[in-house]
C-alpha cells in the first residue's frame, strides 16, 4: 500500500542535480538510493492472499530496468542521462528523468494493489507451498549477484575494455560488440524460470568458466568468457530473488548488502591497495574478488534450490515457486526485454559510421604532429560534474593529433562504469587505445590518434611498493613514417623507489626504439633531478625544454624529430593538472636519422607559417577557463 513512498524517496537522487553542491547532490543520492533499496525490500516477500504473480511480475520488472538501462546508456555513450553529475550543459535530460519519474510515481501511488483486486474477485490464495530456505546463504548470493551486475554488466562496454589488450585490434570494440552483452543479459533473464537448470552444479561451473576467462583471458577468448557469464548471472537472478523473498526480510537484505559493499570496496582494493586498511592483502588480486563473487552465488543458488526445487511444492504451486507469469503477462515482459535489446542494437547501428570512420591528421601537407598530455582524474571537474563536453572541446581546439590522458580508467563502480573515450573517438574522428584494462589494476593510461596505431604495448611498470604504474608504447604510422609514442603515469612521490624502477623502465623502452621516439608522461621529479637524467640520458631522448623549470609531473620528450613548438595549457576548473603540448615536423620517408641533432634556438612565432602555429583561442584569457600559462604564450624553436 505504500510502496509509493519508497519511489518517492527514488525520485530525490534524480532530482539532486538541482543543486551545485556536490556535498548536497551526494546526499540526495543518498536518500535516493536508500528509497530504491526499501522499495526492492518491499518488493521481495511472497505473493500473499489473492496476489498471484505479484512477485513474478516484480522481477521481471527489475530485469527489464535494467536491460533498459543498458541499453540507454549504449544510446548515450556510455553516459545514464539523469544521473546527479549529469546536468544541461554535459549533456544530461534530467528534467525528462523528472518528469518520467513523476509519471511513475503517480502510477505507483495511485494503483491498486493486486492483493485488493483479487479479493474483491474472490480468487483463492495462491501462494507456493514451499521450504524457507536458509537466510544467511542466499544473502550472501544476492550481495554477490547485485555486485555482479554492477561491476560488470550496468554497460555495455565494460566486458569489451576488460578484455582489451592493444592493437592490433585483439578483442571487441565497444560499438557494435557491446550489443552481444545486452543480448546475452536478456537471453539469460529469459531463461531464469527454468530453475532446476539454473540453479544446478554444472550450469554454475559453465559461468565459472566464464568468470575465469573474463578474469584471466585478453581478447575474444575473454569477451567470450564474459558473455557465458552474463547469461550465468542472468539466469540465476530470478532463482535467488525468489529465493530472498521466502528469508527474513531484514537480515536477508542487511546481509546482501554488507556483502555487496565488501565486494565493491574489494575490487577498489586491488588498485589502491597503498591508502586503505588491509590493502595489501587486495593488491592486484582481482581474481580473490572474482573468486569470492562465484563461491557466494554458489551458496545461494544451492540455497535456492533446496528450496524451490528439492522442497518439491506441491503441482498446483510449482508455477509460482519458478516465478511464471500468466501467458498474457509473460508475452508482455518478454517484448520489454527485446525492445531493449533492440534499442540497444539499434544504438550501436547509429554510432558504427562514426566509431569505425578513418580519422584525418591536422596538418598533414607540414608533416606535422602535435602531441600532448593530461591527467584528467576520471572525467570528473571540480565540482563533480561530468567533464567529458570540456575535455571534448579543448582537445578539439588544441588541435592535437595524438593525446595522452592519465587517470582515465572508469570502468569501475566508483566511476560509474563508463566509458567516456568512446565519446571522444566518436565525435573528434580518432583512434582509441583505452589503455591497460581494468583487470590489469591500475588508474589507468588512455591514448586517442589520428594516426592510424601500427602496434601497441601495455606496460605494467615496476611498483614494489606503491601503486600499479601503466604505460601505453604505441608505434604510430605518421605520415607513411613509423614514429614511436609512449604514454604513461609514474608512482607517487612517496615513493621514490618504485619511480627510480619505473623511469629505469622507461628508458630502456625508449633506448631499444629505432624509430622517432615521442614521450608524454607523468614522472614526478624536478627538472634535472636523478630521474629526469634517467629518462632523458638513459631513454636517448631529449627534453622539448629544458630550460622549463617549473614542472614536477608531466614531462614532454622526443627524438628523431624537428620540434616547433611547446605549450602549457591552464586546465581550467576540470582536475588540478594542466595540459602540455609538443609540435613536431617528421621527416620525410626515407631520410637518414643517423645524424640527426636537436636544436635549441628559440625563434618568434612569425619565423614559421600560420599552419605550425598553436591556436589562437588560448591567448589571453583563453577559453573555458583554458588559456597559455607559465611562458603566458607558446614558445618556438628553429
Given at each position: ?55 513474478a ?16 546508456r ?32 503517480a ?6 494493489s ?5 479479493t ?122 525468489l ?105 550501436m ?38 567533464a ?6 579543448a ?13 582515465s ?33 591500475t ?147 626515407g ?8 636544436s ?39
Amino acid at each position: 500500500r505504500h510502496r509509493w513512498i519508497s519511489a518517492a524517496l527514488s525520485l530525490v537522487g534524480i532530482v539532486a542535480y538541482a543543486t551545485p553542491s556536490p556535498a548536497r547532490r551526494l546526499l540526495g543520492v543518498v536518500v535516493g538510493t536508500a528509497g530504491a533499496l526499501l522499495g526492492l525490500g518491499a518488493a521481495l516477500r511472497p505473493d500473499g492472499i489473492g496476489e498471484a504473480g505479484r512477485l513474478a511480475r516484480d522481477i521481471q520488472a527489475w530485469e527489464a530496468g535494467l536491460l533498459a538501462s543498458v541499453a540507454v546508456r549504449m544510446v548515450f555513450q556510455t553516459n545514464n542521462p539523469v544521473w546527479a553529475t549529469m546536468n544541461e550543459a554535459n549533456g544530461g535530460w534530467n528534467k525528462t528523468g523528472i518528469a518520467l519519474g513523476l509519471l511513475a510515481l503517480a502510477d505507483v501511488a495511485t494503483r491498486r494493489s493486486d492483493k485488493t483486486i483479487a479479493t474483491k474477485r474472490s480468487d483463492k490464495p495462491r501462494e507456493a507451498q514451499v521450504l524457507a530456505p536458509a537466510w544467511m546463504p542466499v544473502g550472501l548470493g544476492l550481495g554477490a549477484l547485485l555486485f555482479a551486475l554492477h561491476s560488470l554488466y550496468s554497460d555495455s562496454a565494460i566486458v569489451g575494455r576488460w578484455s582489451w589488450d592493444g592493437y592490433p585490434a585483439t578483442g571487441p570494440a565497444p560499438v557494435p560488440w557491446g550489443g552481444l552483452v545486452l543480448t546475452a543479459l536478456a537471453g539469460g533473464f529469459a531463461g531464469g524460470h527454468r530453475l532446476e537448470l539454473a540453479t544446478g552444479m554444472l550450469w554454475w561451473a559453465a559461468g565459472s568458466a566464464g568468470a575465469c576467462a573474463i578474469t584471466l583471458v585478453p581478447g575474444w577468448s575473454g569477451f567470450a568468457g564474459g558473455l557465458v557469464l552474463a547469461v550465468y548471472v542472468a539466469s540465476v537472478t530470478r532463482s535467488i530473488l525468489l529465493a530472498a523473498a521466502r528469508c527474513p526480510p531484514g537480515r536477508t537484505l542487511g546481509a546482501a548488502l554488507l556483502w555487496y559493499n565488501v565486494l565493491v570496496l574489494a575490487h577498489v582494493w586491488v588498485v589502491a591497495y597503498e591508502f586503505v586498511p588491509g590493502g595489501p592483502l587486495l593488491r592486484e588480486r582481482t581474481w580473490v574478488v572474482m573468486l569470492a563473487t562465484m563461491l557466494s552465488l554458489y551458496g545461494g543458488v544451492r540455497a535456492a534450490r533446496a528450496s524451490l526445487v528439492e522442497g518439491r511444492p506441491a503441482s498446483g504451486a510449482r508455477k509460482a515457486a519458478a516465478g511464471l507469469l500468466p501467458v498474457d503477462a509473460a508475452l508482455l515482459a518478454r517484448r520489454v526485454r527485446w525492445a531493449a535489446v533492440t534499442l540497444g542494437w539499434g544504438a550501436m547501428l547509429l554510432r558504427l559510421p562514426a566509431a569505425t570512420r578513418t580519422p584525418t591528421p591536422f596538418h598533414a601537407p607540414e608533416r606535422l604532429i602535435t602531441a600532448a598530455i593530461w591527467t584528467v582524474h576520471f572525467d570528473l571537474d571540480n565540482d563533480m560534474w561530468l567533464a567529458e563536453n570540456r575535455i571534448i572541446a579543448a582537445v578539439r581546439d588544441l588541435q592535437a593529433d595524438v593525446m595522452g590522458f592519465l587517470e582515465s580508467d572508469t570502468e569501475r563502480i566508483i566511476m560509474g562504469q563508463r566509458d567516456w573515450t568512446q565519446r571522444v573517438g566518436e565525435e573528434l574522428g580518432y583512434y582509441v587505445d583505452y589503455g591497460p584494462s581494468p583487470r590489469k589494476h591500475t588508474w589507468g593510461c588512455a591514448m586517442i590518434s589520428k594516426f592510424p596505431i601500427v602496434n601497441s604495448t601495455h606496460h605494467l611498470l615496476p611498483s614494489p611498493v606503491g601503486e600499479l604504474a601503466c604505460a601505453i608504447h604505441a608505434t604510430l604510422d605518421v605520415h607513411g613514417r613509423a614514429v614511436d609514442v609512449i604514454i604513461s603515469h609514474n608512482g607517487q612521490e612517496e615513493n621514490p623507489l618504485d619511480r627510480r624502477l619505473q623511469t629505469t623502465e622507461l628508458a630502456r623502452i625508449m633506448r631499444e626504439s629505432p624509430n622517432p621516439f615521442i614521450f608524454a608522461g607523468y614522472v614526478v621529479t624536478k627538472p634535472h633531478a636523478e630521474n629526469y637524467k634517467i629518462l632523458y640520458g638513459q631513454g636517448r631522448i631529449h627534453d622539448i625544454d629544458p630550460t622549463d623549470s617549473d614542472r614536477w609531473c608531466q614531462y614532454i620528450g622526443y627524438r628523431g624529430l624537428k620540434r616547433v613548438g611547446y605549450a602549457r595549457v591552464s586546465r581550467g576548473t576540470i582536475t588540478d593538472t594542466e595540459i602540455q603540448v609538443g609540435k613536431f615536423a617528421v621527416p620525410a620517408v626515407g631520410e637518414d636519422l643517423a645524424a640527426w641533432a636537436p636544436s635549441y634556438a628559440r625563434v618568434a612565432e612569425d619565423h614559421y607559417a600560420k599552419e605550425y602555429h598553436f591556436p589562437r583561442a588560448f591567448r589571453g584569457r583563453g577559453v573555458r577557463g583554458h588559456f597559455y600559462h607559465v611562458f603566458k604564450e607558446p614558445r618556438y624553436y628553429d
